[in-house]
């Protein structure tokens, strides 16, 4: 691979250079602002500095144009290099190269004035929304190839703005996402305090009475707070379905007995502080976590991005199959999200995005995720 570096007065510029001498193949590795020149710091002159390559081979299979043969004839022919020089060559190539990746790895950031305009705004959205630098770079830096190989510059917004998109959304596509299916019969629904879980359960069980037509009931493990069965029995006697109360792994089971019959059995467990790893084995001893189960950890996005964190490295002692995410409509910023699915590798289920029963409430996708995190 051919590495070179360019200067030149902007980014303009610095692309005509390119493309001159390496061609429409080139890839940018790395951009960045110098100031040169100038006395005691004054007087200095911006510049950017471009570090672009490209692969020989991809050169090579261009049409060539031939030179008139009276060129050709007067043109001496060069000795070939020797094998040591080619050894040396090959070495300091490699060298420059392993320079200017080390230099790249010591870059933590892009600034600003280095992505044209256009992929500015979006840049300046990502920072806004918290999302990971580590996430925002390789967002960005995809971006930045297409820009260069697909002429962005003559593009229009929309067509920039789907690009976004479709980078962005490319972080989540490898993850599970999805509303529950019914491919299991029960869903368990854990999660720290205050995070709506209660709520959430309830507009799960809502579409899937109204819109679904299942024959559903809860099973709540949450004996430490009054008000929460009464929350839950509230909800229950509006959709006109049971709920059994289970203090212990002898009682779940029981009513897992008593609620054979039923299609979808949503179980609430007891949102206590998930610092105190007592809790988590607690669910062990009460909830039987078979293989008909599912287990959905609820995070609120108004939490702090080290907290949902700690939250989920605890909840791990559970198999946790997806995320359920509450709140959105509390926040502007749900970088935090995305950061924790990708740390994780943990796809979502659903996004709450209010407190209205069963209509605040979303199944997650990562276009869905994508298009909230780019809300301007």
């Not at 529950?180 to 009475?209: Q, R």
């Not at 994780?344 to 994508?370: H, L």
């Amino acid at each position: 691979m051919k590495v070179k570096k360019y200067l030149a007065k902007d980014m303009s510029e610095a692309m005509t250079k390119i493309r001159t001498e390496l061609g429409q193949e080139a890839v940018i590795l790395n951009s960045k602002r110098v100031e040169t020149g100038g006395f005691l710091g004054m007087f200095t002159k911006k510049s950017i500095e471009v570090i672009a390559a490209i692969d020989p081979e991809l050169s090579l299979q261009r049409p060539k144009k031939e030179a008139p043969a009276s060129v050709i004839a007067k043109t001496p022919s060069k000795p070939k290099a020797t094998n040591n020089e080619d050894t040396v060559k090959l070495s300091n190539d490699i060298k420059e190269l392993k320079s200017i990746v080390k230099g790249m790895q010591q870059s933590t950031s892009f600034g600003g004035d280095d992505y044209p305009s256009s992929l500015e705004v979006f840049n300046g959205i990502l920072l806004d929304q918290e999302l990971s630098d580590s996430y925002r770079m390789k967002v960005m830096k995809e971006l930045l190839k297409r820009w260069y190989k697909e002429e962005g510059e003559k593009q229009g917004a929309r067509q920039i703005e789907k690009w976004v998109k479709d980078e962005t959304s490319q972080l989540l596509n490898n993850y599970d996402f999805g509303r529950f299916n019914y491919e299991k019969k029960y869903l368990n629904v854990v999660g720290p305090t205050g995070v709506g879980k209660t709520t959430t359960i309830a507009k799960i069980a809502a579409k899937a009475v109204l819109e679904d037509h299942k024959k559903v009931a809860f099973i709540t493990t949450d004996t430490f707070r009054i008000a929460a069965i009464e929350q839950l029995k509230t909800y229950a006697k509006i959709l006109d379905v049971p709920v059994k109360v289970a203090y212990s792994i002898k009682d779940f089971k029981e009513a897992l007995d008593d609620l054979k019959d039923y299609d979808f059995v949503l179980v609430d467990s007891a949102g206590r502080n998930f610092r105190n790893p007592l809790y988590v084995k607690q669910l062990n001893e009460v909830i039987d976590f078979n293989e008909q189960m599912e287990t959905h950890l609820v995070l609120a996005v108004t939490s702090k991005y080290r907290d949902m964190k700690k939250i989920i490295e605890q909840f791990q002692l559970i198999d946790i199959n997806k995320l359920i995410f509450t709140k959105l409509d509390e926040t502007d910023s749900i970088g935090a999200m995305v950061n924790v699915m990708l740390d994780f590798d943990i796809g979502g289920s659903y996004i709450a995005t209010g407190q209205n029963v069963p209509d605040d409430i979303e199944e997650a996708s990562p276009e869905k995720i994508t298009e909230r995190l780019l809300r301007r």
